[in-house]
């Protein structure tokens, strides 16, 4: 798929989210902030949706600590505990060197995979006639660590590599709600199948919707481009619950992508709903002061 082409669906629907639903003096009156424009803040709880990144950024000298579970199968049933026998884990630590800017690192047990990111806010969305929509970028490079199959092929250790590049465009409409746009643009250095393509890309949409001060309900979608059924690969769809409680935020969900890396629920999702290939897992967010703020 050519880059343009997730570009000008970005554009074009940065362009919807940028429209607005009410005049600039009711937006003003909306969020009770006459005085001129000021920074929308908590369009989200946490730096993941569920899966994929939201435009939250950990803030300058704070470090956050995620662990994260995916079970197994619900549909396997008892046998396995509904999947709960059959745990994966990912851990990893963001660190914000300022506050549109952070850096991370982490470690999934799904394909022993290793990642380092670096994300930043380069828009933030304003009320009273400030920035529609809030724009951050994301890149993420992922080393799998599962052995090589002793099969002749001559395999390097560059061909461990995969690259992931995401902009999220969001905006939050009310207090109560706010959507994002996620394209992403996913490279394989190596393939495990000749009919898969190095190169894909996603267009993501992702929500929340605060039910109180505590809880939120967030879902997520990822529609591959172009469709790639032929391979066996489906898109991914996960809803959930976060639950905040000061000091932690706790993110409950289901969905058909069993890996909770980019590269694996936005390129390697081979489970669909309708066959309950579902999975149960949660998020643990613990956000450390380790600096100083000046």
């Given at each position: 798929m050519k880059g343009g082409l997730v570009f000008a669906l970005l554009f074009g629907a940065a362009s919807f989210l940028s429209h607005p639903l009410w005049g600039q003096d009711d937006l003003m009156s909306f969020f009770d902030e006459p005085s001129g424009p000021e920074v929308v803040t908590s369009a989200f709880k946490a730096g993941r949706i569920i899966n994929?990144?939201?435009?939250?950024?950990?803030?300058?000298?704070e470090l956050n600590f995620i662990i994260a579970h995916r079970f197994g199968r619900i549909s396997d049933g008892w046998y396995a505990l509904f999947g709960l026998d059959n745990a994966q884990m990912r851990m990893g630590l963001?660190?914000?060197?300022?506050?549109?800017?952070?850096?991370?690192?982490?470690r999934s047990s799904f394909g022993k995979t290793l990642e380092a990111n670096i994300k930043m806010r380069f828009v933030e969305q304003k009320s009273g006639g400030g920035a529609p929509v809030?724009?951050?970028?994301?890149?993420?490079?992922?080393?799998?660590?599962?052995r090589f199959p002793e099969d002749g092929l001559e395999r390097l250790g560059i061909h461990r590599l995969s690259y992931v590049h995401q902009l999220v465009v969001s905006r939050k409409w009310?207090?109560?709600?706010s959507l994002a746009l996620i394209p992403?643009?996913?490279?394989?250095?190596?393939?495990?199948?000749p009919a898969r393509a190095n190169d894909l890309g996603t267009l993501g949409f992702g929500f929340r919707y605060k039910l109180n001060n505590r809880l939120s309900v967030?879902?997520?979608?990822?529609?591959?481009?172009?469709?790639?059924?032929?391979?066996?690969l489906h898109n991914s769809l996960s809803?959930?619950?976060?639950?905040?409680?000061?000091g932690h935020v706790f993110q409950l969900h289901?969905?058909?992508?069993?890996?909770?890396?980019?590269?694996?629920?936005l390129a390697e999702t081979p489970g669909r709903w309708q066959d309950g290939d579902l999975y149960f897992g949660f998020n643990i967010n613990r956000v450390f002061q380790v600096a100083e703020r000046r």
């Open positions: 994929v990144q939201s435009p939250e950024t950990t803030g300058k000298g963001d660190y914000g060197v300022t506050d549109q800017l952070q850096v991370g690192v982490a809030s724009l951050t970028g994301y890149s993420v490079v992922m080393r799998d660590g599962m009310s207090p109560e709600f992403s643009l996913v490279h394989r250095n190596l393939v495990d199948q967030n879902g997520e979608y990822h529609y591959l481009l172009p469709r790639a059924l032929e391979d066996g809803v959930g619950l976060d639950i905040e409680t000061g289901v969905t058909n992508s069993r890996g909770m890396f980019e590269r694996a629920f």
